[in-house]
């Protein structure tokens, strides 16, 4: 045997024993994000292929277009308590309709991973048998390069027999080579479907977090129209005067804690509009559409939880409330190395610095209000620097907002207008303007038109 076909024999066993070790990988990663989503299914779903699910999910697209119509059209009318009470009437509705489609697109998910599954065990099957055609090829041709060409020569009864096994022996040599090639080309077929499930994965977590959200908003609007309810015992008049003396209420507004997670105390409303306007200033997103977005990444990081890392090489860590061990705290490749840079310069406990838990799929690992990963931080930080004048800290409620408004900035919300923004602010929740992830883009939209009124209560009075 040539030194070139024992070192690709050699290099092939090494690479047989990675690919072994990754096929053990995505076998397990299959397992548990199909037991995930299982779980994860709320309810009865009304499709049982990919092509229902995608029809069902167009019939909810309308669903909800219809209502997004209505409300739009009850919310011009004059603002009367039968129209508020309709008009919170028609966004349950609508809520019901999105937190079903996110149902659909989970059970979609599902089956598109289920598909790609199968596709990874037949695949995985084909490597099985090129892998025992090769090992046969292997032992045939190792027993025949023991023999010196003498012994062959002298084994054979008629010179035509040893020629005759030369080329037999040449034909399992290429047989060889080919079986190795194919057995490349699974390998990357396999990494291929891999990825692919991965990016399946990654949406699931989306759309959980989107059912969870749409599932809060709703229970808040019906408790805003039971509120009302309540306090106008249906009367217009009163729902009227109730009205006035809302608007009164500037005081109570700017001093209203403004709710963000990953800080040691949180601002006041109005300490926060003011740190908004400072940030606008310098990179042309609306003050109340920055706030928006930083509320609705408070509202993901809550149901995500706070975490602590506790192992740079795997990402694992704590629960900060429990001390309860969770994996996949942070990613040990794309993340942990920019968090070691940040919390070093920063003076800053690596392990005792507060950072997002991961969901039931993916990576945690993100960073105070405006909720960076370290990785995205890092390629903000220069910026950062040079328009602060010192070292940013993402845990700052400062520096986390003018993080945000850069990257918001960038993704053209700084055009000011409807479509512009609701772009944006989907590219920062997903990476994409996906409608499957609309809900968030909608949120973000009607807390800025909240929080516009605010603004200009508190600087009205």
Do not use: H
């Amino acid at each position: 045997m040539s030194q070139a076909q024992t070192k690709d024999i050699k290099t092939f066993v090494f690479r047989r024993k990675d690919l072994l070790t990754f096929l053990l990988f995505v076998f397990v990663i299959f397992f548990g994000i199909n037991v995930g989503f299982l779980k994860a299914q709320n309810g009865e779903i009304e499709c049982q292929t990919m092509e229902e699910c995608k029809e069902l999910l167009s019939r909810y697209e309308q669903e909800i277009s219809d209502w997004e119509t209505k409300i739009e059209k009850t919310q011009q009318e004059k603002n009367t308590l039968a129209n508020k009470i309709s008009s919170l009437k028609q966004k349950i509705s609508k809520l019901d309709v999105e937190i079903k489609k996110s149902n659909v697109l989970i059970k979609d998910l599902n089956l598109q991973i289920k598909d790609t599954g199968e596709s990874i065990t037949e695949t995985e099957k084909q490597v099985v048998e090129q892998r025992e055609q090769l090992a046969a090829l292997l032992r045939i041709i190792a027993s025949e390069d023991k023999k010196s060409i003498t012994e062959v020569f002298l084994a054979e009864d008629t010179l035509a027999s040893f020629f005759r096994n030369m080329v037999a022996l040449e034909k399992i040599n290429v047989r060889t080579y080919e079986t190795l090639s194919k057995i490349k080309e699974l390998k990357v077929s396999l990494e291929d479907q891999k990825n692919k499930m991965e990016g399946e994965k990654d949406d699931l977590e989306k759309v959980l977090i989107m059912t969870k959200l749409q599932k809060e908003e709703a229970s808040k609007t019906k408790t805003e129209q039971e509120a009302i309810l309540k306090e106008t015992k249906g009367k217009e008049e009163i729902y009227q005067q109730n009205l006035a003396i809302t608007q009164q209420k500037a005081a109570e507004i700017r001093t209203r804690i403004f709710d963000i997670i990953g800080v040691a105390k949180a601002p006041t409303f109005g300490e926060a509009v003011e740190i908004a306007k400072f940030v606008s200033s310098l990179t042309g997103v609306r003050p109340a559409f920055l706030l928006a977005v930083l509320t609705q990444e408070s509202n993901v990081g809550k149901n995500v939880g706070q975490c602590y890392l506790k192992d740079s090489k795997t990402g694992a860590g704590i629960k900060i409330i429990s001390g309860a061990s969770i994996s996949k705290v942070m990613n040990p490749q794309r993340d942990v190395p920019y968090f070691l840079q940040i919390t070093k310069e920063l003076n800053l406990g690596s392990y005792e610095t507060a950072v997002s838990c991961p969901m039931s799929f993916g990576w945690g690992g993100a960073m105070g209000p405006a909720q960076f990963i370290p990785a995205t931080w890092s390629l903000y930080k220069d910026r950062l620097e040079e328009i602060l004048g010192y070292k940013a800290n993402p845990w700052k409620v400062k520096d986390a907002f003018m993080a945000a408004a850069l990257y918001l900035s960038d993704y053209g919300a700084k055009k000011q207008n409807y479509t512009a923004e609701w772009k944006a602010a989907m590219i920062y929740f997903s990476g994409s303007t996906s409608t499957r992830y609309r809900f968030y883009g909608d949120s973000v939209i009607a807390l800025t038109k909240k929080y516009e009124k605010e603004i200009e209560a508190i600087e009205q009075y």
